[in-house]
């Protein structure tokens, strides 16, 4: 089992920044990937961005590029998503996401999410 915590989530002016964390536990060792994903009311949840565990390839959706990045600090535990020229759009709910599996691309661990809302 894996745990996932995250924070760093809150209120901030378009155009700002935030770097959210999310502290992991239990059997992380055959952790593969990890991604955050948010979800806003009335919305789709849509994979924000994500890493690999064995090269750091990383992937982001089309609407962060160039103003997200995602880092892993493996000492730490933790994984982080930086966040900059935040948008009215950026507003949801945004959890931490983790995959063991070796079958497909689900995430079988998920955190209870942070929020966060961007004032225009």
């Known amino acids: 089992q894996v745990q996932l915590v995250e924070s760093g989530g809150g209120l901030v002016q378009a155009g700002g920044s935030l770097r959210l964390t999310c502290s992991v536990s239990g059997s992380i060792f055959n952790i593969n990937a990890m991604g955050w994903y948010r979800q806003a009311p009335g919305k789709e949840r849509e994979l924000v961005a994500a890493?690999?565990?064995?090269?750091?390839?990383?992937y982001y959706a089309n609407s962060v590029k160039g103003r997200f990045t995602i880092s892993r600090d493996n000492v730490k535990n933790t994984l982080h998503l930086q966040m900059n020229s935040l948008k009215s759009e950026d507003t949801a709910m945004y959890h931490c996401?983790?995959?063991?599996?070796?079958?497909?691309?689900?995430?079988?661990?998920w955190g209870q999410g942070t929020q966060v809302t961007v004032s225009s």
């Open positions: 890493i690999s565990s064995g090269d750091g390839s990383t």
């Open positions: 996401a983790a995959r063991d599996n070796l079958y497909n691309d689900e995430y079988d661990y």
